[in-house]
């Protein structure tokens, strides 16, 4: 089977300009927090993205990848000021590569209260048949 095999580290540091020293936010990419099941017809990927907006984020299929990636932003309502949060503004990015066995076609995703919920068919080839015996 292999559907899923995550190929992007939780915190993952892109190379610095300079080469060496802190990273800046802008250079700091986080993997959110995600969940893969499995049915004879479809696995199913749930990728847990508090604040995040439809229009902040992407999700592409292509041969052998499924990539999640986008940015949270957080802005204090007006007249409030943030004394303590935990969550960051960084982009997120999650990249699960897969063993080309997905209908892309038929692919369906949903995000609603901070929770994408992505179907992905299994093709045809590889659901389970019943074979008439003679």
Avoid: C
Avoid at 68 to 76: C, E, I, K, S, T
Wanted: aromatic residues 6%.
């Amino acid at each position: 089977m292999s559907l899923i095999q995550n190929i992007v580290p939780n915190l993952s540091r892109k190379p610095g300009r300079r080469g060496t020293g802190a990273a800046s936010p802008d250079e700091v990419t986080v993997k959110p927090a995600y969940e893969v099941k499995e049915t004879a017809d479809a696995w199913g990927l749930t990728v847990f993205l508090p604040g995040v907006t439809k229009e902040g984020m992407e999700l592409f299929a292509e041969e052998g990848l499924v990539t999640v990636r986008g940015r949270r932003a957080w802005a204090a309502p007006k007249g409030w000021m943030s004394v303590y949060r935990e969550s960051i503004d960084v982009p997120f990015e999650l990249v699960l590569q897969h063993d080309n066995l997905i209908d892309v076609d038929k692919i369906h995703a949903e995000l609603k209260d901070g929770v994408l919920r992505v179907s992905l068919p299994k093709a045809e080839a590889v659901k389970p048949r019943k074979i008439q015996v003679t």
